[in-house]
Nanobody, 126 residues
Framework: QVQLVESGGGLVQAGGSLRLSCAAS????????MGWFRQAPGKEREFVAA????????YYADSVKGRFTISRDNAKNTVYLQMNSLKPEDTAVYYC???????????????????WGQGTQVTVSS
């Protein structure tokens, strides 16, 4: 089992940047595919980005492609989400998630992840 703790959320003006971090417990972080999801009030939780175990492949939702970058540091058991050119519609609670699956079919869905963090609030003002 792995425990995930997100940090780095906050209030930022439109056009600004934030970097989210997700620290994982345990010694087997490199065995997990990692993802970021977000949930805005009244909306379903949606996929934002994912990264493979080695960090060699990354995946993004169309809505954030070119603005967000996911990365990981396996030595620090941490995955990051660099968010640039933020828009008010990026406002949401952002969740980190880990997956033991190697199947990319569910990579962009909640069902593809085993463990979740508690979330961190990101608010973008216009």
């Amino acid at each position: 089992q792995v425990q995930l703790v997100e940090s780095g959320g906050g209030l930022v003006q439109a056009g600004g940047s934030l970097r989210l971090s997700c620290a994982a417990s345990g010694r087997t972080f490199s065995r997990y595919r990692m993802g970021w999801f977000r949930q805005a009030p009244g909306k379903e939780r949606e996929f934002v980005a994912a990264i493979t175990r080695s960090g060699g492949d990354t995946y993004y939702a169309d809505s954030v492609k070119g603005r967000f970058t996911i990365s990981r540091d396996n030595a620090k058991n941490t995955v990051y989400l660099q968010m640039n050119s933020l828009k008010p519609e990026d406002t949401a609670v952002y969740y980190c998630a880990s997956s033991t699956s190697y199947d990319t079919y569910y990579l962009r869905t909640r069902n593809g992840y085993n463990y979740w963090g508690q979330g961190t609030q990101v608010t973008v003002s216009s």
